[in-house]
T-cell receptor
Framework: KQEVTQIPAALSVPEGENLVLNCSFT??????LQWFRQDPGKGLTSLLL?????REQTSGRLNASLDKSSGRSTLYIAASQPGDSATYLC???????????FGIGTKLQVIP | GAGVSQSPSNKVTEKGKDVELRCDPI?????LYWYRQRLGQGLEFLIY????????KSGLPSDRFSAERTGESVSTLTIQRTQQEDSAVYLC????????????FGSGTRLTVV
């Protein structure tokens, strides 16, 4: 059974700092990995989707990497802003909807 | 539509009442999913629809929960005789397919049972 862990559970940084969020998974046989952000009481907004054949994806100040062999993905946020404050979740797809496992998330607070 | 649309965004209901939640997926997305997220917890899979195939209802927590979808269009999630433990955010997502396609989520329906 796939297990997804996100550490730390919460993170507080000053505005402007670069930061890295981590997502670890136990089964390296995955189809893709997706990063989301969730604002309080809201749905999930997709940030980046990395297919198993890819090593990284970039969108603006965000860069996500994938290392299947080590069971890790990182989300790098450059020059953090207060508007980046949210919970960031990763979801690992190990073979269809029945095998999509979500992490609990990392709650990020960027302090002005 | 451009995104996944859910309605209502908020629903407060009395214990024992029935509620119906609606999800309008992205046009062309054959796969549709319902998830539940209780406060401070992760996403809990409820049900999956793929085109005209029989849905996978294995995640529904009790027979008070049911969901319908006509073809590749709107889906409704119905909760009968609501209980306080049903209070949660109900999230709908759609995707092109369940293997390689990424998920697009709606904004969710926050259900509060009082």
């Amino acid at each position: 059974k796939q297990e997804v862990t996100q550490i730390p559970a919460a993170l507080s940084v000053p505005e402007g700092e670069n930061l890295v969020l981590n997502c670890s998974f136990t089964d390296s046989a995955i189809y893709n990995l997706q990063w989301f952000r969730q604002d309080p009481g809201k749905g999930l907004t997709s940030l980046l989707l990395i297919q198993s054949s890819q090593r990284e994806q970039t969108s603006g100040r965000l860069n996500a990497s994938l290392d299947k062999s080590s069971g890790r993905s990182t989300l790098y946020i450059a020059a953090s802003q207060p508007g980046d404050s949210a919970t960031y979740l990763c979801a690992v797809n190990s073979g269809g909807y029945q095998k999509v496992t979500f992490g609990i998330g990392t709650k990020l607070q960027v302090i002005p | 539509g451009a995104g996944v649309s859910q309605s209502p965004s908020n629903k407060v209901t009395e214990k024992g009442k029935d509620v119906e939640l609606r999800c309008d997926p992205i046009s062309g997305h054959t796969a549709l999913y319902w998830y539940r997220q209780r406060l401070g917890q992760g996403l809990e899979f409820l049900i999956y629809f793929q085109g005209n195939s029989a849905p996978d209802k294995s995640g529904l927590p009790s027979d008070r929960f049911s969901a319908e979808r006509t073809g590749e269009s709107v889906s409704t999630l119905t909760i009968q005789r609501t209980q306080q433990e049903d209070s949660a955010v109900y999230l709908c997502a759609s995707s092109l397919d369940s293997i390689t396609g990424g998920y697009t989520f709606g904004s969710g329906t926050r259900l509060t049972v009082v």
